[in-house]
């Protein structure tokens, strides 16, 4: 008698994630999981029978760094990472979560840092928001039509922002009682045994709060004081969950200590850091090549750090001067700081203040992210039609002026509809290919459902998969290891393989169509919110199907009629049985594709 399987994949070249040699197999899926890997066609007889000849089935791809947490609530869908064969997505990065703060506070907390529109955030969590600990919202979680598996942090400004207030954690002159600290530490416990993967912490100040009360005061996170720090690492080290954490890179020195906190010494756990982030940056061409060698020597002293790494190059659009890079130095900031356009065309007309940019703008030896250089800025729409296509550097050079007052010239006369774009790091093919083979280095930040204006990397492990297949710096089985069982594996959930007795969560890419099509932006309106025309890829060509807990979610270009209505993907928690699937992802017809 067959097996009876729900699906059959035939033909397939077939990689397991943990970088073993790939193989032509055809693979049975029943009751969410894989339930038969072989080289024996397999009986078909009720099932649906997909053909993979020639195309490539892997597990879903993991992504560690997103910030889905508002959108997730409007629409659990997350269509825009699943299309492109992402099944398990990392939600409360950056020190950022929902879990604790009140509305208000989270509307506050994530829309200028993630350039989401506060509106909307903060009419979202006024109507869902449930949930008062970490186990409820993790109900409440997996109440909605979740698309892809979630896992979680829990953001360290949301942890103190809640126990301190926000206006007191934001205060420079407060810092946490005794009894304050205790509370944070009871609630990050409630959070692991809940099943989180660990906190994530924020140290660099460039990041700043939207709103009216506190604007511009930097994220509770940064004002955390050493004691409290090293006492919710002590939790996070004893039960060997993450930290996630973001550098002060206004000061990189500080850097030494953290990484040094790290280390397990006199007993101590080594304390398992994700930091953001390896990258080739433009402003500062040298940094890459201390990064492997530095979590290298880090690990051989005792730690389990890793840096977390976008394995693209790093192209960012804007609208005027709305751009989070700008945060990294005072003029920019100071723009930022004006919501009121009246307000801030006044300022960016002021001659004073233009010094003050070119002198910033000028200054090579300020620590950076953005190489600030307007020659590199190419504009590519605006009402002067005669700007189109030029840098403003360009612009500069034809005006007679300097680039800076090219720029604020253009965006004090046109505003957001000013569009441009550069590329701040990963710019060179050969850099980028040495730091994805680091395997000091995670593969991730994507920052998906984050500055949704600004860029889109929902594709990224499939472009990385083309850089494997096409230029041969890495095989094909080390790359799908690296975009999923590696991931997996280091945070502790149950994702990122495809063997027997896995949960079926996989995607099948075409090889042939792993093209320069993976680069294109295109624009599509974000449900969540408003409508708003947000920046996203499309390789439906290169993506033939999506499975998560064995029901097809995405395939031949079209989302399944119950994405988003009917839920397919689950809450992962830390430690959970291999193959864990809930039942309530199962056996509904209107999951699957007509």
């Given at each position: 008698m067959g097996m009876g399987y729900d699906v059959v994949i035939r033909g397939g070249r077939w990689f397991d994630g943990t970088g073993a040699p790939s193989a032509v197999r055809n693979i049975g899926l029943k009751d969410g999981k894989v339930a038969a890997v072989s080289e024996a066609e397999l009986d078909t007889d009720g099932a649906e029978v997909v053909d993979a000849a020639g195309k490539w089935v892997m597990p879903g791809f993991v992504d560690i760094h997103t910030h889905y947490d508002a959108e997730v609530l409007s629409a659990p869908g997350l269509g825009e990472s699943v299309r492109h064969g992402v099944t398990t997505v990392v939600f409360g990065s950056c020190s950022l979560s929902t879990v604790h703060v009140e509305p208000l506070d989270a509307a506050d907390l994530f829309s200028r840092v993630e350039a989401v529109p506060r509106e909307h955030v903060l009419a979202t969590l006024e109507e869902k928001k449930t949930w008062s600990s970490a186990s409820e919202y993790i109900s409440a979680i997996e109440g909605l039509p979740l698309g892809p598996n979630v896992a979680m942090f829990l953001g360290h400004s949301d942890l103190r922002a809640s126990v301190m207030g926000l206006g007191r954690s934001t205060d420079e002159g407060v810092k946490p009682s005794d009894a304050e600290i205790r509370r944070m530490e009871l609630l990050l416990v409630d959070a692991l045994r809940a099943g989180m993967l660990g906190m994530s912490e924020m140290r660099n100040p460039w990041d700043k709060l939207d709103g009216e009360r506190y604007r511009s005061r930097t994220l509770p996170s940064t004002y955390a004081t050493r004691t409290e720090r090293k006492r919710l690492q002590r939790i996070l080290r004893s039960s060997g969950r993450v930290l996630q954490s973001v550098p002060n890179l206004s000061f990189p020195v500080a850097l030494i200590p953290a990484l040094w906190s790290a280390i397990?010494?006199?007993?101590?756990?080594?304390?398992?850091?994700?930091?953001?982030?390896?990258?080739?940056?433009?402003?500062?061409?040298?940094?890459?090549?201390?990064?492997?060698?530095?979590?290298?020597?880090?690990?051989?002293?005792?730690?389990?750090?890793?840096?977390?790494?976008?394995?693209?190059?790093?192209?960012?659009?804007?609208?005027?001067?709305?751009?989070?890079?700008?945060?990294?130095?005072?003029?920019?900031?100071?723009?930022?700081?004006?919501?009121?356009?009246?307000?801030?065309?006044?300022?960016?007309?002021?001659?004073?203040?233009?010094?003050?940019?070119?002198?910033?703008?000028?200054?090579?030896?300020?620590?950076?992210?953005?190489?600030?250089?307007?020659?590199?800025?190419?504009?590519?729409?605006?009402?002067?039609?005669?700007?189109?296509?030029?840098?403003?550097?360009?612009?500069?050079?034809?005006?007679?002026?300097?680039?800076?007052?090219?720029?604020?010239?253009?965006?004090?006369?046109?505003?957001?509809?000013?569009?441009?774009?550069t590329t701040i790091s990963n710019h060179r093919p050969k850099a980028l290919n040495k730091l994805s083979s680091l395997p000091e280095v995670q593969m991730g930040f994507s920052d998906a459902g984050a500055h949704l204006r600004n860029m889109a990397f929902y594709n990224f492990p499939l472009r990385l998969l083309r850089r494997a297949h096409r230029e041969g710096f890495m095989t094909a089985e080390r790359a799908v290891h690296r975009l999923?069982?590696?991931?997996?594996?280091?945070?502790?959930?149950?994702?990122?393989?495809?063997?027997?007795?896995?949960?079926?969560?996989?995607?099948?890419?075409?090889?042939?169509?792993?093209?320069?099509?993976?680069?294109?932006?295109?624009?599509?309106?974000?449900?969540?919110?408003?409508?708003?025309?947000?920046?996203?890829?499309?390789?439906?060509?290169?993506?033939?199907?999506?499975?998560?807990?064995?029901n097809r979610v995405f395939g031949e270009g079209e989302y399944a009629p119950g994405l988003g209505r009917r839920r397919t993907g689950r809450f992962l928690r830390v430690g959970e049985a291999r193959g864990t699937v809930d039942p309530r992802t199962l056996g509904s017809a209107d999951a699957t594709l007509a």
């Open positions: 397990g010494r006199g007993g101590n756990k080594p304390l398992r850091t994700s930091y953001l982030t390896a990258a080739d940056v433009k402003a500062n061409p040298l940094i890459m090549h201390i990064m492997g060698p530095l979590a290298r020597v880090v690990n051989r002293l005792g730690a389990d750090f890793r840096w977390q790494h976008l394995p693209v190059p790093f192209k960012v659009y804007a609208d005027g001067i709305d751009l989070v890079v700008f945060e990294e130095f005072g003029a920019g900031a100071a723009a930022l700081h004006l919501k009121d356009a009246v307000e801030r065309n006044a300022l960016l007309r002021d001659e004073g203040y233009r010094r003050w940019f070119r002198r910033e703008y000028e200054n090579k030896f300020t620590p950076r992210v953005w190489h600030r250089d307007l020659h590199d800025a190419h504009i590519v729409d605006c009402p002067d039609d005669s700007v189109i296509g030029k840098t403003f550097g360009q612009v500069g050079d034809e005006r007679g002026v300097h680039p800076v007052d090219a720029f604020l010239d253009l965006v004090v006369e046109h505003g957001t509809k000013v569009r441009w774009h999923t069982g590696e991931l997996a594996s280091w945070y502790g959930i149950d994702a990122g393989h495809l063997r027997e007795g896995d949960r079926a969560d996989l995607v099948i890419v075409d090889p042939e169509r792993l093209g320069p099509e993976l680069d294109e932006i295109h624009e599509a309106p974000a449900e969540a919110f408003g409508g708003m025309m947000r920046m996203v890829n499309r390789n439906d060509a290169t993506v033939a199907a999506v499975f998560v807990a064995g």
